[in-house]
């Protein structure tokens, strides 16, 4: 019921969450533990693409059969969705008390917004099903590319992450999240994935692994790639014009803003940066973002332009 314009999850399998019963997992838990000999006590994932959605969904059977909000989760969670995760509390321990079963893990990310709700569950989540790592999907820094995706606001990520280092610390663990973005998504432009690199930057992020928005069957953004408006408003006359990066030179600038650390980059982005007014940010301080070009680069980026 997350209803990502950039995800079509939702047009494939169905915006009310199928829940399996706690007996079935368990006894699945079981199953693997008797019956695969590469199984070394450790349960890899415990969630999937909806993992804190688990027994989720609307208050009222009324309201949800006839409800036709595009998402239960923005602009804001709604009033009638159940967002208790005692359930799944519960199943974790479950799990966890399965004979032969040491670690149960948490691998396929989650919807932080909805955890920010029961800060119970991220302290049960952090303190016994993180190997390290968790991965999660603020996509953006920017309010106005991550309306276009149904995101909520940067903060919520903020706020998810002073929880998650307080828990780690109270565990005497060391763990870390893993910010998944996207460059080039319908509605971003030049200017926000600046911001957004600035922002990665600040937080000392240097992402290795990096998505380029691509069209994909009946998901919203696919429209909005094409038409070039925004579904997600009255399509008035002419409606909201979006900026979308559909040459193969503004996709590969977009995801080089994500890449700012990687030196490849380096001469794509100064002249994006000269461009916007932004020769500021190139330079060797604090401040900047990537480094003046050495003299051999010069020289070689004048012998690449005579040619």
Known sequence: FGGCTFCSITEHEGRIIQNRSEESIIREIEQIRDTSPAFTGVISDLGGPTANMWRLACKSAEIEASCRKLSCVFPGICKNLNTDQTPLVQLYRKAREVPGVKKVLIASGLRYDLALKDPEYIEELVTHHVGGYLKIAPEHSEDQTLSKMMKPSISAYDEFKRLFDLYSRKAGKKQYLIPYFIAAHPGCDEEDMLNLSLWLKEH???????????????????????????????????????????????????????????????????????????????GTGKGSLIPPPTEKAKRDHKQRRRR
Do not use: C
């Open 204 to 282: 000392k992020f240097k992402p290795d692994q990096v998505q380029t928005f691509y069209p994909s069957p009946m998901a919203l953004a696919t429209a909005m790639y094409y038409s070039e408006r925004n579904p997600l408003q009255k399509l008035r006359y002419k409606g909201e014009k979006l900026s979308v990066s559909k040459d193969i030179d503004q996709r590969r600038l977009q995801k080089a803003f994500l890449r700012y650390h990687d030196e490849k980059n380096w001469p794509m982005l100064r002249e994006a940066l000269k461009r916007l007014g932004r020769t500021d940010l190139i």
